[in-house]
Structures are given as structure tokens and as C-alpha cells.
């Protein structure tokens, strides 16, 4: 246990005093350690929310027994759940057997293409689950997601008044705790609790990971604020989850605002290469690290712990690599995923449809390739449309079915999100992250100007190099080197 920091005590203090705080804890500062001390000696009664059950219950052990660790579904389970009890229970089915009894039986027609029952139950499915991760008091269109391939804003208009009033079907079909014909999950009665504005009995309130909170939790939080001391500690930099709901609550909040600064899981070289990608964030924190820990960076080193990588795709092209060169390895989430993608390919390519909701409008594999390759909207698509070319379904399917559980792997893959949390002793960055593209523009001396780093991108990057704790190999990182707008490298890489 090392001794408390300067910003440790200052938090503990401002927490005594009774201070509504945000606390912005860089990578490895120790957040969950600060909060135990801010606690240790709090006669009052508080919760800890966490953002999984695994951290709640490492948690438990951690705090003092006046903090009761948990999550928020776990409140809302014990407050009215367990009311849905029977229905969390019920089997699995299909979504358009579901679609078939809110009276989705017909193909519809928008545009050029014809939308199956199946896809629109599907869509209707996940139109919930945004709902569900929102602070609205009802579905509404904007919670219907884009379809790919569907372009043009009037086509979607089309597709969002067909959907809305079989979502609005669904969510009060899920309301009923006796009977129901939606298959009903725990996000579903997380937003029936939030829907009553709860009270959490409490005197103050810990919330976890606060950067990536979704709207619905962050509205039961900020509720609790005329009663009880509010507390969120998290990391700016590390919001990489805004594309699916999720937002900071950090900057925003009216409270105290602290920081911790000191990294406990690495060096100052690694340090000061999260700094320059802190800085393209925008966020105001920078980070010491312990003179203690030698992290080197980019020098020879042996066979990496973890392989991070932008996309799965890049995370596809680095099992099939580690595989060939006879090394047991792990995918962080497993490899349903990618078998999904690769089973839906593999239809389109011998003539059939697919079901898989992002390729489920492409009648053949040719469409999708003429569409990543010509289309913008379609780009992202274009890394995929490459892997299956190059190595075929079938060696994609093998790869996937060859995967090791990750305590008996060499070495583990993960997309940079999916590691998010995580460390590992050297880590390796992939070769799928890219530098912005050129402006078109060359400076004076005649060479292309680089376009501006995408703040999404340098929080990934931040999250991605800072899981190493030993060594970290840069890979396809290092091209902030080059770039105008970012602080010069050490001057001497890897020295301490």
C-alpha cells in the first residue's frame, strides 16, 4: 500500500467536508483505492455504484461495511424486479416469432428495398434498448436506429413511422409484470425503476466509471443529489462509449472538481506518451508516473501478454497471424461476433440471404463489396470486405473455433474498447489504427498537410497504450510522431 498523495488527501478532506465531487482519475491513478480511503472512516451510511457485478463485488472487499457496494440494476431489481421475476426467466425466441405477436407479419417496401418482418422486428428490439439506455420518458423516433444501406433521411422518416408504433407496443407489452409476450432483460426494468425517480437511502453516493455513464443511471444519480452527498470518479479521456448511449456526466457536474494525476501502473516514459495523447484530447489532465515501475517503449521485447486493436476486424487479422505462428491464443469477448459476420459473408457468397443485421439488406456478397468500396457511408465496411477476400470464410470459421480461454493463452486479443479496465504486463498496439488523412493541402516546404486528431480517436489511442504496465510496443500509434499538432516524443524513448 503506498502512501497517500497530495491529491489523495486533498479528495478525502473535500469528501469530509461534505462536497459534492467529481474526481477525474487518469489510467492506473488508483480511483477505487481513493474511494476507499475517502470512506474508511465515514460514520454515515453510503453506496458504491459500480458498473458490473464483478466490480461490485471486488469492491465489497475493499470498502468499509458501512458502503454497500452493488450496481444499479441490482437497486432496481430489489426495488421492483423481482416483480418481472418470472418473466426475466422466460426461454429465448427468435425476434420476428416476437415481431409475429405485435403484428409485424408483412415485408414493407421503402425505396429500392423490401424490409422483412424479421429485420423489422429486429430493429423494433433494438429501438428498446436505446430507449432503455436514455433518460426519456417514452420511445420516440430518434431512438430508432439507422439501418445500413437504407440512406437518405427520407427513407429512414419512412422506416421510423412504421417502427415507432410497434415499439411503443413493446414497451408497454414489457410494463405488465404478470404477462408478456417481448422477451423482457434487465435493462428493462432498470428503466421502469428510473421511470418512478427513485430515493436511494443513503448519505452519500459513489458512482464508478462515471465517463460512460448511460443517460438512465446518470438521472437516478443526479435525482439523489437533495439528499445525500454525490461522488463520481472517472476518467474524461477514457469516454469512448458516447456511440452507443453513453455519455460523460464528469465536466458538466455542480460539484467539486479534483483530479489524480499519479499513475501507479507505469512509468514516467509511458507517462508521458499518454500526455501527448491527453493533450489531443483536450482534457486538462496529465499524468506522473512511478520512478519505480521501468516501462520501456518500442524496444525489443518478447511476444506480447495483449494485442490491441482498433476494430474486429484488425483483431480478426491478428488471431490468424498469432494462430499461423503457433501461438495459443485468446479473444477478450470471444469470437461469436466475428462468426456472425463471417457466417453471414459466407450466405451472400453461396446465394443466400443473411440475417445479420448490418449485411441483412445486401441481396448478394458483390453488393457489399460494391457498396464498401463506393459508398461513404459504407467505408467502415471496406476492412471486412478486405479480410474475407484475402483469407475466405472457412479459414475465418477455423481461426474463431481454434480460440483459447484467455488463462491458458499466450497471448490475448482485444479491440481497444473491449480492453478497457484491463492491464497486462507488455502489450503490443496492432496495425489497424490510422492517422487522420491528409488535408489536400501541402505546407511550405511542398509535404501534405495532416488533418486534425479526431478527439475520439485520441481518447482510444489514450485508453489503448495505457493498459501496459512493463512494456508497450506502439505499432501503429507512433505515427503521433509525425503530426504537427501533437507534443514532441521523449527525447530519448524508453530511458527512464
Request: glycine share 8%; charged share 20%.
Amino acid at each position: 500500500m503506498h502512501e497517500s498523495t497530495d491529491e489523495q488527501i486533498a479528495a478525502i478532506e473535500a469528501f469530509h467536508d461534505g462536497q459534492h465531487l467529481a474526481i477525474q482519475a487518469g489510467a492506473g491513478t488508483g480511483k477505487t483505492t481513493t474511494l476507499s480511503l475517502l470512506t474508511a472512516n465515514a460514520r454515515r451510511r453510503g453506496r458504491y455504484l459500480a458498473y458490473n457485478r464483478a466490480t461490485a463485488t471486488d469492491a465489497t472487499a475493499r470498502f468499509p461495511a458501512t458502503v454497500t457496494c452493488t450496481t444499479a440494476h441490482s437497486l432496481a431489481y430489489r426495488a421492483l424486479g423481482h416483480r418481472y421475476r418470472h418473466r426475466l426467466n422466460a426461454p429465448r425466441r427468435p425476434a420476428w416469432k416476437t415481431g409475429q405477436d405485435l403484428g409485424i407479419t408483412a415485408t414493407v417496401r421503402i425505396g429500392p428495398h423490401d424490409i422483412t418482418p424479421h429485420t423489422l422486428s429486429h430493429t423494433v428490439a433494438r429501438t428498446i434498448t436505446r430507449f432503455c439506455h436514455s433518460a426519456d420518458p417514452a420511445p420516440t423516433r430518434h431512438h430508432i436506429p439507422a439501418l445500413r444501406g437504407l440512406n437518405g433521411p427520407e427513407f429512414h422518416a419512412e422506416f421510423a413511422h412504421i417502427i415507432l408504433p410497434f415499439a411503443l407496443q413493446a414497451w408497454k407489452d414489457l410494463q405488465d409484470p404478470d404477462q408478456g409476450r417481448v422477451r423482457f432483460d434487465h435493462d428493462h426494468y432498470l428503466k421502469i425503476w428510473a421511470l418512478t425517480r427513485p430515493h436511494i437511502g443513503c448519505d452519500f453516493l459513489l458512482l464508478d466509471e462515471a465517463q460512460d455513464t448511460n443517460p438512465v443511471v446518470e438521472q437516478v444519480f443526479l435525482h439523489q443529489k437533495d439528499h445525500a452527498q454525490l461522488v463520481m470518479v472517472g476518467d474524461s479521456a477514457q469516454a469512448i462509449y458516447g456511440w452507443r448511449g453513453a455519455r460523460d456526466v464528469m465536466t458538466g457536474f455542480d460539484g467539486t472538481q479534483l483530479a489524480l494525476s499519479r499513475s501507479f501502473r507505469f512509468g514516467p516514459a509511458l507517462a508521458h506518451e499518454a500526455n501527448r495523447w491527453l493533450t489531443a484530447t483536450g482534457t486538462e489532465l496529465r499524468l506522473t508516473g512511478s520512478d519505480t515501475i521501468p516501462t520501456t517503449l518500442d524496444t525489443a521485447t518478447t511476444t506480447p501478454n495483449a494485442v490491441l486493436c482498433r476494430t474486429n476486424v484488425g483483431a480478426m487479422t491478428e488471431i490468424l497471424n498469432l494462430l499461423g505462428a503457433g501461438h495459443r491464443t485468446a479473444l477478450v469477448g470471444g469470437g461469436n461476433p466475428l462468426r456472425a459476420l463471417a457466417l453471414a459473408a459466407r450466405d451472400l457468397k453461396d446465394g443466400r440471404a443473411t440475417t445479420h443485421p448490418e449485411l441483412v439488406l445486401f441481396p448478394t456478397w458483390g453488393a457489399v463489396q460494391d457498396y464498401a468500396a463506393h459508398d461513404p457511408s459504407g467505408s467502415d465496411l471496406q476492412a471486412l470486405v478486405d479480410l474475407i477476400d484475402r483469407h475466405g470464410t472457412d479459414q475465418i470459421l477455423d481461426a474463431v473455433g481454434r480460440l483459447h480461454d484467455e488463462s491458458r493463452a499466450q497471448v490475448t486479443v482485444s479491440t481497444a474498447h473491449k480492453a478497457k479496465g484491463r492491464e497486462w504486463p507488455n502489450v503490443k498496439i496492432a496495425e489497424d489504427f490510422h492517422p487522420p488523412k491528409d488535408t489536400g493541402s501541402p505546407d511550405g516546404n511542398g509535404n501534405p498537410v495532416p488533418g486534425p486528431i479526431d478527439i475520439a480517436e485520441a481518447r482510444l489511442a489514450y485508453v489503448a497504450i495505457t493498459r501496459a504496465r512493463r512494456h508497450l510496443n506502439r505499432g501503429s500509434l507512433a505515427w503521433i510522431d509525425d503530426h504537427p499538432d501533437a507534443p514532441p516524443p521523449q527525447a530519448q524513448p524508453g530511458n527512464q
